[in-house]
């Protein structure tokens, strides 16, 4: 099957599109992002994506390279504590079945340097948003 694409620039052109951007385009995140160069400059939303093993070279990711060229500085990792995928599997099905049990809470971890490894949710955050988020308190 065919789809045809086209850059996020070139279809939305609202003054302020939004302050958050979630990309799930299955190993194309990096033309998502060059397909919408000019709103991340423009409106510095937050990104999130997601990023595999296979992704990184030396700690970082073409990714994670054109996020920081656009001017993203700051890169959390959101981890599920307790998580899902240490171990093998008899561990991971019952991490997840303490979970549905007990419960589990989300933690955003700043990296500076990502060990290769799936990652599922990388947030990206613009130093625009952090000041504005310090001027807000």
Sequence with gaps: MEVQGCAIDDVIRTEHPGSLVKIDVEDHELQAIRGMARMLNKDAPCVVF???????????????????????????????????????????????????????????????????????????????VEQAAADAR
């Design 50 to 128: 997601e990023q595999h093993a296979g992704d990184f070279r030396g700690g970082t990711s073409a990714v994670i390279e054109a996020l920081r060229g656009l001017g993203y500085l700051s890169f959390f990792s959101v981890e599920r504590a307790p998580s899902s995928r240490a171990g093998g599997l008899l561990t991971q099905v019952w991490s997840n079945l303490k979970a549905v049990c007990g419960g589990f809470r989300m933690e955003a971890v700043e990296l500076h340097k990502f060990e290769p490894g799936f990652y599922e949710m990388i947030i990206a955050v613009h130093p625009d």
